[in-house]
């Protein structure tokens, strides 16, 4: 069995802790790979909600700070605040318009003020009170603002074909479910949870990149198996043998599988009626 990763044993902290710790080598590509797969879904649905010129807003769980960058160079926005529990990637980045703030999102009052914006993406999944957060990430959208949220769906189901992909998959989930709290099995259920928080015209949408060798996914799942290795390996369900083969199988032209979707649910806050 692989040894626990540097810093933390499976079932240990949360994310960045045990795992996909921001301070091992390579944690910043990795995200990079995953904002290469993504960031163009994103950046065309916060620009069609109307994310541009003078909106103020709040990117959660930032990571590299692709999503806030691309905000202000490509829709206009007045201002971005991007949060982060550890922002040694986003300290790097230099714009007009970036604020940086280090902050656990999961404490109460995390940041002040109110937003036409406020976006995350790939967070909320590794944390427990998802609906207690959901509610509070409304809170901080201005009247007339929209909260969009992104999470990864699961599509490797029972009816799946068995193959080295969708069997470390399962392995992956699994694992980190038991060592951090990954959880992405309630994700469907965002859009009625926007509107338990009180947004209105909610809605929602899912992307699934394709998996070709060598494409920005593939090597980002590949890396993602690669650091936790440890955590699916406890599960019983793979060995390191079987995470090899699933290896070579997604960086082979013989791979036939679907990646992870990303659900992305968005919902606006009503405006204030005069008096």
């Known amino acids: 069995m692989t ?3 540097p810093g ?12 996909f710790r921001p301070e091992q080598a390579g944690e910043g590509e990795r995200i990079d790979f995953g904002a290469l797969a993504y960031d163009d879904i994103t950046l065309a649905r916060l620009r069609e909600i109307g994310a541009g010129p003078g909106w103020r807003c709040l990117d959660v769980g930032a990571g590299t700070g692709t999503v806030s960058c691309r905000l202000l160079d490509e829709a206009g926005v007045a201002s ?9 990637f986003l300290a790097k980045r230099c ?6 703030l280090e902050a656990d999102i999961t404490a109460p009052g995390f940041v002040s003020g109110r937003f036409q914006l406020v976006h995350a993406r790939f967070v909320l999944m590794h944390l427990p009170e998802r609906a207690r957060l959901i509610t509070a990430l409304a809170e901080r959208v201005a009247p007339g603002g929209v909260l969009v949220l992104s999470d990864a769906v699961d599509l490797t189901s029972d009816q799946a074909p068995s193959t080295p992909y969708t069997e470390v998959m399962r392995a992956m989930w699994q694992g980190l479910r038991t060592a951090i709290g990954t959880d992405v099995s309630w994700v469907p259920s965002y859009p009625q949870l926007l509107r338990g928080a009180g947004l209105k015209s909610v809605a929602a949408e899912i992307h699934v990149p394709p998996l070709l060798p060598g494409s920005a996914i593939s090597r980002f799942w590949a890396d993602t198996w690669e650091r936790s290795r440890a955590a699916m390996l406890a599960t019983g369900l793979v060995d390191d043998a079987a995470i090899d083969m699933a290896l070579r199988y997604l960086g082979s ?3 036939a599988a679907l990646s992870a979707g990303m659900l992305t649910a968005w919902g606006r806050k009503p405006e204030e009626r005069a008096g």
């Open 80 to 88: 971005v605040l991007a949060v982060d529990r550890d922002v040694r």
């Open 8 to 19: 933390g044993a499976p079932g240990d902290g949360r994310y960045g802790q045990a795992y």
């Open 253 to 255: 032209d013989e791979c």
């Open 95 to 100: 714009l007009p318009g970036l604020d940086v």
């Open 3 to 5: 040894a626990a990763p």
